[in-house]
Structure formats: C-alpha cells, structure tokens
C-alpha cells in the first residue's frame, strides 16, 4: 500500500482477522502527556491473539514500543524532546487501595496502564507512526542500549518480573518449559539469577538452536524432559519450572515435573481453562507463582542487565517489517510454521 511518508498511520483492529491502517491526525500532548515518534514495535503472542480476536483493549494491541519524545506536555519536567524511551509502567502512585495498604509492587494504576485500561490509555497502541501517552508510562532508555535492543525491552522486562517474583536460589534446578521469546528470556534471567542447570524444553529445533547459540546446553524435546530432568537433579525433579507456552493441558504435567516444596512460575497464559490435581499440589506443598505484566522497577533492572551485557536480546531479533506487512506476518505466525524468534515493526519502512 503506497502512502505519504509526512502522513502518521497506525493499524488498529476492526474484525477478527481484519486490521486497517488509519491516516491519524495531529497529536498534541495534554499537561501530563508525551509523544512518542515509533521507531519500533515487537508483535507479541498477545498481539497475535488479539489478531485472531478482535478483543484487546486498543492501547494493548502493539504495546511492545520504542521510540524518541516528539513532543512535551506542559507539567512534564524530567523528559525531553529527543530522547529514547520505551513504553513501560509508571511506578507506584501512592493513592490507589493497593499502595495505601502498603503494596506498592502492585499498585492498581501501573496494573491498569500494562493491561490498556487505565484513564487517558491511548486509542491505539505502538502499530503506528507516533503514539500519545501519559508521561508516566515512557521511560528513558539507557545510552548503551541500541535501537533493536530498545524494541525488545518490554518482553526482557516481563521475564524480569516473572523470575524476580520466583525467588530463585543460588544453584537452584530450573526447567523452562517453552523457547519462544519468552521462555529463552526467561532461561537467561534465571542464569543471570543464580540457577545452577538450566533445562529448556521445546518441540522446534530452530528455537532448540536459539536456545544452544544463547549457551544453553541442557536443550532438550518435551518427550524427553521427563528423563534429562531425573538424571541432572537426582531424581528429584525442578526446583522452578517456568511454564513459558501458556498450553493448558501442560498445567498438570508440569507441576509434576516440580520437587516436593519446589516452585511451578506459570508466563505463558492459556486461552481456556485447565484441569489441575489440586491434591497433588497440596500434598507436595508446591509453591504456585502467576506472574503477569511488571512494575516500574522491572524495566530499570530489565534494561541495566541488557546494558551491561548480561542479557542478550538483539540474537532474538530475526526480521523488520513495514505496517503494510503487518497482518501477512499475523498469518505467518499464526500458522506455526514461522522461523521468527522476534519480529520489530518499523512504521517508517
């Protein structure tokens, strides 16, 4: 589709399996406002879903964005036109009932602003040529951090949050179920972490050798888990699984895998319901850890442990698309035979 490049676009949704690119029209910052020029935007699973469904909140749908400060609302004081920011939470806001009760780590307004549905959310997400949103929510980017990296935050920081909250102990047996973007973030934090073994399980080989290039050895099948898993720990089974793949009749099965007192981390999020043995949980005195989204500080550690280079991202990032490219991708992943690990929209291809 030819357009004009002086012409500011995004993609929103408007059927199951249908998006149209929209000419926007010009955006002025309110008080407490920035825009954002987009330089990159990752497709997620979630992006995916919401493809085939129609159903995201539309600030969500394109919600992994990077990019430089355009524009400055008059009450906004510690951003500056020009600089790099990615689309983040902004921290606790000390009014909500959670942070009143002392839960800042779980403060209701940064929740509502990573899931899309807090006031003033944008009417669209990072699909587009610029985006308007609350100061709060676009945070500095470290010098060290190329552009690519920059577009890849947001899933490291989702990674953070999920092995952060897990608690991993120094030597500690993890499996990683699932080596999609999400799960060989995952492994990497759980390495930066303190895990001793690092198991990851996966039915494709290009992701298996994703996962070998990034210095993992123990890479295995999903049928043969089960077995790798007995001989590193003894018999014992996982100190953390991290279920990376959200499939739901995985639940079971892989809180099996776990060690009486372990830990099962649950990322990836099914679309239906699962059955579980809520006694064989109890009576092995599992600990069960849901983790969704992140918090303010989640994005400050995501993006030192990318700076310093203890994280890689940048390997994970396999091809950059225009906006007109964007719903044959959606069909391409779609279809489960894609060999992207990472793909980053550039609305000014």
């Known amino acids: 589709m030819a357009h004009d490049e002086h012409t500011d676009r995004f993609v929103r949704m408007v059927a199951p399996r249908a998006a149209e690119i929209v000419a926007d029209g010009d955006l002025t910052p309110g008080d407490d406002q920035v825009v954002v020029d987009i330089g990159f935007c990752g497709i997620c699973a979630t992006d ?18 990077s990019g430089a400060i355009a524009a400055v609302g008059s009450r906004v004081s510690h951003l500056k036109v020009g600089q790099r920011v990615v689309a983040g939470v902004g921290p606790a806001c000390g009014d909500c009932a959670q942070c009143r009760a002392g839960h800042a780590d779980h403060c209701d307004l940064a929740f509502a602003e990573a899931n899309g549905i807090s006031d003033g959310a944008p009417e669209h997400g990072g699909f587009g040529t610029r985006i308007c949103v609350s100061a709060r929510r676009a945070i500095p980017v470290p ?3 190329s552009d690519v990296e920059a577009g890849l935050i947001e899933p490291a920081t989702v990674t953070f949050h ?39 399980s996966e039915p494709s080989e290009a992701r298996r050798s994703t996962a070998v290039a990034l210095g993992f050895t123990d890479v295995v099948r999903p049928e043969e888990l089960r077995e790798v898993l007995a001989e590193v720990s003894g018999g014992l089974g996982a100190d953390v699984l991290f279920e990376c793949s959200g499939v739901a009749s995985l639940f079971q099965p892989s809180a099996e895998l776990v060690r009486r007192g372990g830990t099962l981390a649950l990322l990836g999020y099914p679309g239906t319901d699962s059955s579980v043995s809520y006694g064989d949980w109890q009576s092995r005195e599992l600990t069960v850890i849901g983790s969704l989204a992140y918090s303010h500080s989640d994005f400050l550690g995501a993006m030192t442990l990318v700076a310093e280079g203890r994280i890689d991202v940048a390997s994970l990032h396999t091809g950059t698309i225009g906006l007109d490219d964007l719903e044959a991708m959606f069909d391409e992943l779609d279809s489960g035979g894609s060999a992207h690990t990472k793909v980053l929209v550039d609305p000014r291809l």
């Open 143 to 145: 010098d060290a951090l």
């Open 48 to 65: 995916t879903h919401g493809y085939e469904s129609a159903a995201l909140p539309p600030a969500v749908f394109g919600h992994e964005w």
């Open 162 to 200: 999920a092995v952060r909250r897990a608690g991993i102990t120094l030597g500690a047996i993890v499996v990683v179920q699932g080596a999609g973007p999400i799960g060989l973030l995952t492994a990497q934090h759980a390495r930066v972490g303190g895990a001793g073994r690092v198991v990851i």
